[in-house]
């Protein structure tokens, strides 16, 4: 059996929601890393004092308090940001004003979208020589898109409310010893819910992904609209009666600094075998009035003062090495080391067919 459920709760780790492993056996695409022969932005020594220019994001962006105009009080260069929906409406609206863009800079592109608005030229080249940058996160040979965090999304599990021992492997969410405990989130209306159906992908292959869907069916998995409603209504965070649930990486250590009363360690842990890599970009927008300025933009967006916000806010990684993590991160934050993967290319050429495929399994 399989429950939809609809209800949203809010809380301060919704700013959650917003790549090597193994890799599925489906053929990629090609053409999504080919130039396109735009030229590339390049650094100025301008004074670019009194320059506006328009930062947008998607709703999920959340830096502190001042953090932008600090940028402004060293540049010159005033930033408005500007919301515009989840990362899939973002790359829709950037591909439906590609070279007549409505901002200049563009963040919050993930690895599991950016193939989309490469093939439509949404980006123009250009390569900041701010970092270091980790290590696998730039992908794109001509540098349209420049890594700013990443995080993994990956199945998390209430320590005190499991029926059983503690899951280890994809496989044993789809045991009889956990039925009715797993809650996800739908892949058609879920970056998370998406990544976790990537990740299952990878690991089973495309001849082996539906039958474990319709095991985790036959196991009485719920399926949510969005992440709110998987951990604030039907996980046990929010007083849900389901002990496991796709979350993320850094969910722990969030769930540590919001406790309250106050906790010494975090109430959940992380199934790491699950852990699905995602990675937000910035690009400066083929069609900028002000590329130089973007190109700045760009800059700080790597820079130390920038990264080091990253964690607390947004609640994933910083790219740049020599960025500080705060000790909760440390002390708290499963270590990844071979996240799942499939390859950009390869998820532009199936989304449609593997979400299709998925709503006939569970939804029949």
Request: with cysteine; glycine share 8%.
């Amino acid at each position: 059996m399989i429950r939809f459920t609809t209800t949203v709760a809010v809380s301060l780790l919704a700013f959650l929601a917003t790549s090597c492993g193994s890799d599925t056996d489906v053929a990629a695409a090609t053409g999504c890393f080919e130039d396109p022969g735009l030229s590339a932005v390049q650094t100025s020594s301008e004074d670019l004092s009194g320059t506006s220019i328009t930062l947008m994001t998607h709703d999920s962006f959340f830096v502190s308090e001042g953090l932008l105009d600090s940028f402004t009080e060293t540049t010159g260069i005033e930033v408005t940001q500007v919301a515009a929906g989840d990362a899939g409406q973002l790359v829709t609206s950037a591909v439906l004003t590609a070279g007549n863009p409505a901002a200049d800079v563009m963040f919050g592109v993930d690895n599991t979208f950016m193939c989309r608005a490469l093939e439509a030229d949404v980006f123009v080249p250009y390569e900041s020589a701010v970092g270091p940058i980790v290590e696998g996160l730039t992908v794109d040979p001509l540098s349209r898109l420049t890594p700013i965090d990443y995080g993994d999304v990956c199945v998390n599990y209430w320590k005190d409310e499991l029926p059983g021992d503690a899951p280890t492997s994809l496989a044993d969410l789809a045991d009889p010893a956990n039925t009715g405990q797993f809650v996800t989130e739908n892949p058609e209306t879920s970056s998370p819910g998406f990544a976790f159906l990537l990740a299952t992908i990878a690991e089973y292959g495309e001849d082996g992904w539906e039958q474990y869907w319709a095991d985790l069916v036959d196991n009485d998995v719920e399926v949510t609209a969005g992440w709110n409603d998987a951990y604030y209504a039907s996980f046990t965070a929010g007083g849900g009666p389901r002990s496991i649930v796709t979350s993320y990486a850094s969910s722990p250590p969030a769930e540590f600094l919001f406790a309250d009363p106050p906790v010494d360690a975090p109430p959940t842990d992380v199934l790491t075998a699950s852990c699905y890599r995602q990675v937000e970009y910035a690009g400066i927008l083929n069609g900028t009035e002000h590329p130089a300025a973007a190109a700045q933009l760009i800059d700080f967006m790597l820079s130390p003062a920038f990264q080091n916000d990253i964690p607390l806010n947004m609640f994933v990684y910083p790219v740049n090495g020599d960025a500080d993590l705060p000790q909760a991160f440390v002390d708290f934050t499963a270590t990844v080391d071979t996240p799942l993967s499939i390859d950009p290319e390869t998820i532009e050429a199936n989304r449609d067919d593997w979400t299709r495929r998925w709503n006939d399994v569970v939804f029949g």
